[in-house]
Each structure stands twice: as structure tokens, then as C-alpha cells.
């Protein structure tokens, strides 16, 4: 009995034992953690590169389409106020009556899928006629058409709807990416993850408009080259709009800036936040305290502390100061770290 006692006891784990176990498991698990991220972050990061390719193919598709192309889409609304808010604003197709400022990253959603996800009518004025025509497009994409009978679409806005049977007045490209390539935020909550933060007036989890999102949950910034441009950036001391002459930059850094920044232009506001501090902390936004002489010859002076305007510097160019892709865009993904203007992001160009 007691031999049989002796084997059993033999065989059970002391408490030294079970806590050595215990600590090399802790330790293996230490060990294979930060490998699991890496290759998850990896995954991600190849995930959103094919998000940004899927976009730039989409783009080219849009351009293509004689119905709503012949060029790349806006980045911005095409008012033509002195105001800087005032040339974000267009007219809601979600709530009749509401205008507000929409950046390129939600432009580019209405110019691939539509504002109500059924297809573009592109970027048109849509109404031509009545005794007070529209001049510019941003004042037709709304939902709203005259209410008499069937909608004229000479009267009707760019996502107005047929009541007899609930399809567009207004012709329609088709989509030209869709969801399995790359996901929508909601415009009415936040689908990305917990600790990204829609700063909004409202103090709500939302937006007015749904960007695309890369494979971490963060909007895709969207920028058009402006051909008119004569600078690689506006020359403005506030990063705000120089809409005309040799101030004209080919890249508009307020095309995006009310996700980017509380404070420039005065008044734009709502910054995308990934960490719930109280303000942005993305790098692209305007070199604090520029003078807007971008007029600069490299490449001594060529800006270099992470800005707008240091970031999409074309370095290859060595004959003149000159943006990357002068002639097309930009698509920008923050990457893993959710701060625009890193080393880590992802974008469509070196």
C-alpha cells in the first residue's frame, strides 16, 4: 500500500513545478503575441493596399465613362464664395434643405457609388431648367424635385427619386466599385474600431457623408490634382483655398482639412480623432507658422517636418519644386496607427 502510495505521489506536479509551467507558458505566449500582430498588421496592410488599388482602378473606370467622366472626379465642391467653408458646402441628398462642407475622401464615395449607394449621376448641374436655372452642381445634389406630377429632370436634383416607381429622375452610371472591395462607412454611425472618434459638432458617433475605409476601419483621404494649379500647393498662409492666378496650387490641402484639422481653416472643424484626446494629431496638416512662400528652389528649403505640403513633394524631381502625380490624385490610408502623415501609411505613391 504504501509502494502504491509512494508511485502516486511520484507522479503529481509539486506547486513548484505547476508554477514553472505556468511561467513558460506565459513566457511562450510573450514570445508568439507580438509575432501574431505583426503578421496581422501585415495581413492589413496588404488588405489595404488592394483597397487603394481596387480605388485607383475605379477611377480610372469613372474617368472613362462618358455618361459622368472625362476626368477624375472632385475633391471638393466647386463654389466659387470668397468664404473657405463656403467652397466645401453642397446640398444634402440625405436631408432636404441641409447644405454642408464635404471633403475628397466623401467625394469620392458619390463619384464611385453614389450617395445612396445606387449608382452616380456624377458631378452635373442637373437643373437646367425653370426661371432659376443652377449653375453649379453643387447646388443640385439633393434629392428634391418639383412636386407636381412626374419630377422634371430639368427641375430635379441630382439623387431624385420617381414615386411611381421609386427609380432615379436623373440618369445614372453604374457603380463602379463595390462593397466585396472596399467598405463604406455609414453615414449615421462609426463603423470602425472603438477607439477611432468622429469628433462632430453634434457630439455624436457619425458623419454627414460615408467615406471608404481601409482594411483598419479608417477613411481613405481622396485628392484631384487641380489642373489650373500653378504652385505644387496653394500659396496661403492658412492652408485656405487660392482659387485663382499664381497663388493656385495643383494640390488644395482644404480639400481634406476638415478631417484633419480643428483649427485651419478658422471654423472647419469636426477632425478625425484615433485617440479620444481632444485634437487632431495627423501631420498633414499646414507647417505651423508657414508664410505661403512655396515658391521655394530645392533642396534646401524644401519643407520637411511631415506637412501637407513636404508630403506630396515629388523628390525626384530635382529641376523644380513639383507634387507627386501632377496630373491625376492622391489616396492616402492612415495606416495601422490611424495618424495620417507617418511612416506607416499607405498611399499611391512613394
Known amino acids: 500500500m504504501q509502494s502504491g502510495k509512494r508511485r502516486r505521489r511520484a507522479g503529481a506536479?509539486?506547486?513548484?513545478?505547476?508554477?514553472?509551467?505556468i511561467a513558460i507558458i506565459g513566457l511562450l505566449i510573450s514570445i508568439l503575441l507580438p509575432a501574431v500582430g505583426a503578421v496581422r498588421k501585415a495581413a492589413k496592410n496588404t488588405v489595404s493596399r488592394s483597397v487603394l488599388?481596387?480605388?485607383?482602378?475605379?477611377?480610372?473606370?469613372y474617368k472613362a465613362d462618358g455618361r459622368v467622366g472625362g476626368g477624375y472626379p472632385?475633391?471638393?465642391?466647386?463654389?466659387?464664395?470668397?468664404s473657405t467653408l463656403g467652397l466645401l458646402n453642397v446640398q444634402s441628398p440625405y436631408d432636404t434643405g441641409r447644405k454642408f462642407e464635404i471633403s475628397g475622401?466623401?467625394?469620392?464615395?458619390w463619384a464611385l457609388a453614389g450617395a445612396d449607394y445606387l449608382g452616380t449621376p456624377g458631378f452635373n448641374v442637373f437643373r437646367t431648367g425653370g426661371t432659376s436655372p443652377s449653375t453649379l452642381w453643387s447646388q443640385d445634389t439633393d434629392a428634391g424635385a418639383v412636386p407636381t406630377g412626374s419630377p422634371d429632370p430639368s427641375q430635379s436634383g441630382a439623387y431624385a427619386m420617381r414615386t411611381t416607381d421609386g427609380q432615379p429622375v436623373q440618369p445614372r452610371a453604374t457603380r463602379f466599385i463595390e462593397a466585396d472591395n472596399a467598405r463604406i462607412s455609414k453615414r449615421t454611425e462609426a463603423s470602425a474600431p472603438a477607439q477611432f472618434v468622429f469628433d462632430m459638432e453634434e457630439g455624436k458617433l457619425a458623419r454627414d457623408y460615408p467615406m471608404f475605409l481601409d482594411a483598419f476601419g479608417f477613411p481613405v483621404l481622396y485628392w484631384r490634382a487641380d489642373p489650373a494649379g500653378r504652385r505644387w500647393v496653394d500659396k496661403t498662409p492658412d492652408g485656405s483655398i487660392a482659387t485663382t492666378g499664381a497663388d493656385r496650387g495643383i494640390y488644395h490641402w482644404t480639400d481634406n482639412a476638415s478631417l484633419l484639422s480643428s483649427t485651419v481653416p478658422s471654423g472647419s472643424g469636426n477632425p478625425l480623432r484615433t485617440d479620444g484626446s481632444g485634437g487632431a494629431r495627423h501631420r498633414l496638416g499646414w507647417p505651423n507658422g508657414a508664410t505661403g512662400d512655396w515658391s521655394w528652389t530645392p533642396p534646401a528649403n524644401v519643407p520637411s517636418d511631415g506637412s501637407f505640403p513636404a508630403w506630396i513633394i515629388d523628390r525626384q524631381v530635382q529641376a523644380r519644386i513639383a507634387p507627386v502625380r501632377p496630373d491625376s490624385y492622391l489616396l492616402v490610408s492612415p495606416g495601422a496607427d490611424g495618424v495620417y502623415g507617418t511612416s506607416d501609411d499607405i498611399s499611391n505613391f512613394k
Do not use: I, K, P
Not at 506536479?13 to 509551467?21: P, S
Not at 488599388?53 to 473606370?61: F, K, Y
Not at 465642391?77 to 470668397?82: L, N, V, Y
Open 13 to 21: 506536479f509539486t506547486l513548484v513545478e505547476l508554477l514553472a509551467v
Open 53 to 61: 488599388s481596387s480605388l485607383q482602378t475605379a477611377l480610372d473606370n
Open 74 to 82: 472632385y475633391s471638393r465642391s466647386d463654389q466659387t464664395t470668397t
Open 105 to 109: 475622401a466623401g467625394l469620392l464615395v
